[in-house]
């Protein structure tokens, strides 16, 4: 069972990306979906999460800027970032809590570099 991310890249301040995460392998169900980032240099941090009936939740920093959505039927989490700042230069990581033959895991994706230039 893996996530896969993808849709990073460099974008100039103001702009927009959207970022995906798709599952793969034997799932049964997955629980809670979410985006992390890590800066250099910087802790790991939440970015946003969504439950299965949609309840999304969001860091400060980001707030009014990103919008995080899913897809239950796929098992994907998108996360549509706009007005992209310098300061959200990161890579980006999905998680998710996923349940399998062999009981629930967290997984991580591999994790997708977001460049945002002044």
């Known amino acids: 069972v893996q996530l896969q991310a993808s849709g990073g890249g460099l974008v100039q301040a103001g702009g927009s990306l959207r970022l995906s995460c798709t599952t793969s392998?034997?799932?049964?169900?997955?629980?809670?979906m979410g985006w992390y980032r890590r800066a250099p240099g910087k802790q790991r941090e939440l970015v946003a999460t969504?439950?299965?009936?949609?309840?999304?939740t969001y860091a400060d920093s980001v707030k009014g800027r990103f919008s995080i959505s899913r897809d239950n039927a796929k098992n994907t989490v998108h996360l549509q970032m706009n007005s992209l700042q310098p300061e959200d230069t990161a890579g980006y990581y999905c998680?998710?809590?996923?349940?399998?033959?062999?009981?629930?895991?967290?997984?991580w994706g591999q994790g997708t570099q977001v460049t945002v230039s002044s």
């Open positions: 969504i439950t299965t009936r949609g309840t999304a």
């Open positions: 392998g034997s799932i049964v169900s997955v629980g809670v």
């Open positions: 998680n998710a809590a996923v349940l399998t033959t062999n009981g629930f895991s967290p997984l």
